[in-house]
């Protein structure tokens, strides 16, 4: 095997992203790493400029990366593109690096490879990663780990439902805190199947964690949880919000899309409480 991969980095207008990145595909990409203005980059990552994307896409031979750099250039003269060689193993293994554990209240959440530094005394949550989100370290799932925290510290035995699940951090946190009936969902099989493994690694196997919709969830729930993306939960808020009897933290939205979603939820009677923010993520508590 190849000891070296080729990244070809394009600088490029938003509204021609998702064009680039199909054309980046069909070019025989191995992967694409997409950053925009609403998805804020991790520290030390160069960001797009404003009204830009950067997209990254990774290839395994020099001919195929320059072929895509030609087509890209000849399809997008105006995107700035630039080539670099790097180490495979810093490739396959980069990302473990950006992977960080976190301690939020009672809880210690982080990768396997990490949780031999769990500090005693607090709840482990062990989560693999892989493709799916939530490992705990990004700010909208710290957020959330807070709010679960500090409402199960005053329900004990609670009923939680969290909608888009991802790795099933929170579902898991929330048991692990002293939660009774945990129902996630997500729309996705692969983060189903991630979630499932992760509830099975942490002795929380009785979760129901599942790809149903929310239609064909029973019940309603003491907290509901959904660390999805303001558009989504702007769209999904005529059926979030039956599901909750008490209260409803949402995440995943930027601090210039919160009155957008308040707005949403306030129509549907709930009142917005105080909430809270990390850098540009914030966090909507919403009483029903």
């Given at each position: 095997m190849s000891q070296t991969y080729l990244s070809l980095t394009v600088d490029i207008a938003e509204e021609a992203s998702e064009i680039l990145q199909d054309l980046l595909h069909?070019?025989?990409?191995?992967?694409?790493?997409?950053?925009?203005?609403?998805?804020?980059?991790?520290?030390?990552v160069r960001a797009p400029a404003k009204g830009e994307s950067i997209v990254v896409a990774y290839f395994e031979d020099r001919e195929s990366a320059e072929e895509a750099r030609d087509a890209v250039a000849e399809s997008h003269p105006t995107a700035r593109l630039s080539l670099d060689?790097?180490?495979?193993?810093?490739?396959?293994?980069?990302?473990?690096?950006?992977?960080?554990?976190?301690?939020?209240?009672?809880?210690?959440?982080?990768?396997?490879?990490?949780?031999?530094?769990?500090?005693?005394?607090?709840?482990?949550?062990?989560?693999?990663?892989?493709?799916?989100?939530g490992t705990g370290d990004h700010p909208t799932t710290s957020l959330c780990l807070a709010a679960v925290d500090d409402f199960m510290a005053t329900h004990p035995g609670a009923s939680v439902l969290d909608v888009g699940t991802g790795t099933g951090v929170l579902a898991i946190a929330a048991k692990k805190l002293g939660a009774g009936h945990v129902v996630g969902t997500d729309?996705?099989?692969?983060?189903v199947e991630l979630a499932q493994?992760?509830?099975?690694?942490?002795?929380?196997?009785?979760?129901?964690?599942?790809?149903?919709?929310?239609?064909?969830?029973?019940?309603?729930?003491?907290?509901?949880?959904?660390?999805?993306?303001?558009?989504?939960?702007?769209?999904?808020?005529?059926?979030?919000?039956?599901?909750?009897?008490?209260?409803?933290?949402?995440?995943?939205?930027?601090?210039?899309?919160?009155?957008?979603?308040e707005a949403a939820y306030r129509k549907l009677g709930c009142t917005v409480l105080e909430g809270a923010q990390q850098g540009e993520w914030v966090r909507i508590d919403l009483k029903r």
């Open positions: 069909e070019a025989g990409a191995l992967g694409l790493e997409v950053r925009d203005a609403e998805t804020p980059t991790m520290p030390g060689e790097q180490p495979q193993q810093d490739w396959s293994n980069e990302w473990k690096s950006l992977i960080k554990s976190v301690q939020v209240g009672r809880l210690w959440v982080g990768p396997p490879w990490d949780a031999a530094n769990a500090p005693e005394g607090k709840l482990k949550v062990v989560i693999e990663p892989k493709m799916a989100f729309n996705d099989p692969t983060s493994e992760n509830c099975a690694d942490n002795q929380t196997p009785d979760l129901d964690i599942s790809g149903r919709e929310l239609t064909e969830v029973a019940g309603t729930f003491d907290l509901v949880l959904a660390n999805i993306l303001a558009n989504t939960l702007i769209e999904l808020a005529p059926l979030i919000v039956p599901k909750a009897k008490d209260r409803l933290v949402l995440a995943g939205v930027l601090a210039h899309q919160r009155v957008d979603v």
